[in-house]
């Protein structure tokens, strides 16, 4: 469908270097990372809006590294919409009717699918200046769709809209692409977004890729700091292996299961962060399967049914979140002596 | 701003401001309201006066057209592209406007005389500069480009280059996202442009007069009769010089009329 290979772009101050991505046909494809990391220029590369330096583009087996934009029958819907301001909402929609396939009998039907699906009647004689955010957004995907591209690009469609908007064309993404079953590539720096929207996703950071999977894969499963730190793993420690146990610093937690001899990283998330302390005795047993780290309580903050407690364990500073209510349980202050445990399936092992 | 008390500070700029303002319109308002009815309807009936505001339009609405052709895709790839030199480039699309004006029109002929190849070149196909309304233009070309281009690529610039981008998604080529996005959202600067250029064409003295007195196009005429019969037989023909610059200028405004907004 959609094979990047080797991709190298090189700009002033930015560069992004060997991008291998691939896109089935009719994927939800997500490109997650944080502003800056490039996704933007990948996107525009693809488009062929932007040179490459290297490496080769393929849409449905056909090279199209070398082709201008026009003849490569991909979309691109951008952040701000980018509408045409001096054509009117239908003008804008037809903008490309004229190209490539024309103005058919077919892409009269593709038409009125799209303003039906988008909810767009009532609005093809307005001006796209009078338009939310979110009607703007809607205008730009039909705009994008009726002219039946292999694959749709989206840079970061959902940032610039107004939270209840954002929702809204969430849900209409996924609408369209169950219904005209296009392959899509989008990027955001919303984990949230990829999660809901994201058949496969691909984290990119400075540049270079860094992990690939489901969803669930990368939200469970992270391969690098980078990604876990993302994905709010927040807790990520260096650490030297040695069997099953792990040593960070000073406390050594014990694994799931052995790893080869070396160094690497551990990370666990706050919300698997159990804590304990003397009054608390009754629920808690040593014998239980686990790793306790003692150390002590250094900050506190409540949000609302969760706290966000900070820990002191030897030199390691440990993220635990944990229901308000256990908290004041607890009663939990600053300076308090506590216990953590880590189960040693919540620890995820990167080397 | 509503101030209960002016601070010293703002009440003397606004004390410069005015005076400033007086500098500018009282001689003009002075030199519009002497001359007398009688005067202003003698000079219109003189063909020679007709003819030197005519010939001043003409060529620079000549030199404006040029410079639209010539000067747009060039504005454009200032606006569009980043390439080594481009600072260079730029400083030198704006030397006109530095360059003492007689020292243009000798350069001007300098090029197109008999001692260098160019000027043999033209003189062969029949285009001679001194005393010739193409002398004129050239002129009024080379002092109002800069103008017009400045204009042109600000235009460019307020249009965001992801419209075009959007636009060669959907199909379009360069110059079909050029004419069909970008341009009907720039012809107004374009049009700003060029009254900018044929102003400052028609207001162009010191080089004109190097390269052709004769035909005379105004501001010579006007330099002529201060020089030959003083201040009071000169002022008529400026009058209707600026009444007649200005008319042209404001209907060309009001054609160019408010700019959409462009997100």
Redesign the interface.
């Known amino acids: 469908m959609i094979r990047i290979s080797n991709l190298s772009v090189n700009l002033p101050g930015f560069s992004l270097k060997d991008i291998d991505l691939h896109v089935e046909p009719g994927q939800f494809f997500v490109l997650l990372g944080p502003t800056g990391a490039g996704k933007t220029l990948i996107l525009?590369s693809i488009?062929?809006?932007l040179p490459v330096d290297s490496g080769q583009i393929q849409v449905h087996g056909r090279d199209v590294t070398n082709l201008?934009?026009?003849k490569?029958g991909?979309?691109?819907v951008?952040q701000?919409s980018?509408?045409?301001?001096?054509l009117n909402v239908r003008a804008n929609i037809e903008?490309?009717l004229?190209?490539?396939k024309g103005d058919s009998k077919e892409s009269r039907q593709r038409f009125d699918m799209l303003v039906g699906t988008l909810g767009l009647k009532r609005l093809l004689a307005r001006s796209p200046?009078h338009l939310s955010g979110g009607e703007q957004q809607r205008v730009?995907l039909a705009?994008?769709l009726v002219?039946d591209?292999r694959i749709l690009l989206l840079d970061e469609p959902l940032s610039a809209l107004d939270p209840n908007f954002r929702e809204e064309i969430r849900d209409i993404l996924k609408h369209l692409h169950q219904e005209t079953g296009i392959a899509i590539l989008m990027v955001t720096h919303d984990f949230g977004e990829a999660r809901f929207l994201g058949q496969q996703i691909t984290v990119i950071h400075q540049g270079r890729l860094q992990q690939t999977g489901t969803a669930d894969e990368i939200f469970r499963r992270p391969t690098a700091p980078f990604v876990a730190r993302f994905v709010g793993m927040h807790n990520i420690y260096a650490a030297e292996f040695v069997g099953p146990m792990a040593r960070l610093g000073a406390n050594t937690l014990r694994l799931e299961s052995p790893v080869s001899p070396g160094s690497g990283h551990v990370a666990f998330r706050p919300e698997d962060v159990a804590l304990f302390n003397g009054s608390m005795n009754s629920d808690y047993r040593e014998d239980e399967e686990g790793n306790t780290l003692s150390g002590s309580v250094i900050a506190l903050q409540h949000q609302g049914v969760f706290s966000d407690v900070r820990i002191q364990s030897e030199d390691l500073q440990i993220r635990a979140i944990t229901p308000t209510s256990r908290v004041v349980q607890m009663n939990l202050s600053p300076g308090e002596p506590i216990q953590c445990r880590i189960t040693p399936q919540n620890l995820h092992v990167m080397v | 701003m509503r101030l209960s008390r002016p601070d010293p500070f703002i009440g003397l700029a606004a004390a410069c401001s005015i005076l400033i303002l007086a500098f500018i319109l009282l001689p003009l308002v002075e030199m519009i309201t002497q001359p007398t009815m009688g005067e202003m309807t003698a000079t219109l009936q003189d063909s020679d006066v007709r003819r030197a505001v005519g010939l001043s339009l003409g060529t620079a609405a000549t030199a404006g057209v040029i410079a639209l052709l010539l000067g747009t895709p060039f504005a454009y790839l200032l606006a569009r592209r980043n390439f080594p030199g481009k600072k260079l480039v730029e400083s030198a699309v704006d030397l006109p406007i530095m360059i003492p004006h007689p020292v243009i029109g000798i350069a001007l002929l300098s090029l197109a005389g008999k001692n260098h190849w160019i000027g043999r070149a033209m003189g062969e196909a029949g285009i001679r500069l001194m005393g010739t309304y193409t002398g004129i233009v050239a002129v009024m070309l080379f002092v109002g480009l800069p103008f017009f281009i400045n204009a042109a690529k600000a235009g460019f610039e307020a249009v965001p280059e992801r419209m075009e981008k959007v636009g060669r998604s959907l199909g379009a080529s360069p110059a079909g996202a050029f004419f069909r996005i970008t341009l009907p959202l720039t012809w107004r600067s374009m049009v700003v442009g060029v009254i900018m250029c044929m102003a400052r064409a028609i207001s162009e003295f010191g080089a004109i007069v190097i390269v052709a007195y004769h035909p005379m196009v105004a501001p010579v005429m006007i330099y002529e009769r201060f020089t030959a019969f003083g201040l009071k037989y000169s002022q008529p023909v400026a009058v209707w010089l600026i009444l007649v610059c200005l008319l042209l200028f404001v209907l060309l405004r009001l054609f160019a009329r408010p700019a959409k907004e462009i997100r």
């Open positions: 525009e488009a062929g809006l201008p934009p026009e490569r991909i979309g691109i951008y701000n980018a509408l045409f301001p001096h903008f490309g004229r190209y490539g200046l730009a705009r994008a002219v591209p």
